[in-house]
């Protein structure tokens, strides 16, 4: 299986760049590649951008890293109860390439964490609405509240019925791909 993982955000000391990094260890059979989202910094999205310029070869490159997965884990960083810019104006982009939807009917890992109790469950709830319409097969959510308090870089998460949680989510994520592995054979 090969996966593609991010954080939906431009910070350097991201959270759930963190989260998303213990994510995909549990999946100890796939290729894992990570997108930095600091390496697709591109104009910001407008239409009169588009028709003067058209896609930025940034967004074509971010898309073909989503072509490539059979699995995508985005961990989403929660600016205003919403998108982060920086994934903004990726998403932006990718979803004016012609002939796509802009996650390319891609299985999703969709994760939000924060440092505060809801754990950035406010941006969770926008993606998980959201991503359908854009290709986007959300199989499995999950958000870990009070990052500080539930995480070690070390451990990950610390705190027992939130790990048994995640690991439940993990699991249908497992059962996913089980039931469907000509998904991943076609793929590859």
Do not use: C
């Not at 104006?89 to 891609?106: H, L, T, V």
């Not at 500080?148 to 610390?158: A, L, M, Q």
């Amino acid at each position: 299986m090969k996966i593609l993982a991010f954080a939906a955000t431009n910070s350097k000391n991201s959270i759930n760049s963190q989260l998303v990094q213990f994510a995909s260890t549990k999946f100890t059979n796939a290729t894992v590649e990570f997108a930095d989202l600091n390496h697709y910094e591109m104009p910001i999205f407008s239409i009169d951008r588009e028709i003067e310029n058209g896609i930025p070869q940034l967004a074509l490159d971010f898309a073909e890293k989503i072509d490539r997965a059979d699995l995508i884990l985005i961990s989403f960083a929660e600016h205003n109860g919403t998108y982060t810019v920086a994934f903004k104006n990726i998403f932006d982009w990718i979803s004016r390439i012609p002939g796509r939807k802009a996650f390319g009917e891609k299985s999703i890992f969709a994760m939000a964490t924060s440092t505060g109790i809801r754990g950035g469950k406010g941006v969770l709830e926008t993606a998980i609405k959201r991503f359908p319409f854009n290709g986007g097969n959300i199989i499995a959510d999950f958000s870990l509240p009070k990052f500080n308090d539930n995480f070690s870089i070390e451990n990950g998460i610390t705190n027992n019925e939130i790990l048994e949680e995640f690991n439940l989510k993990i699991e249908e994520i497992k059962q996913h791909f089980e039931a469907t592995p000509k998904l991943i054979l076609e793929n590859k």
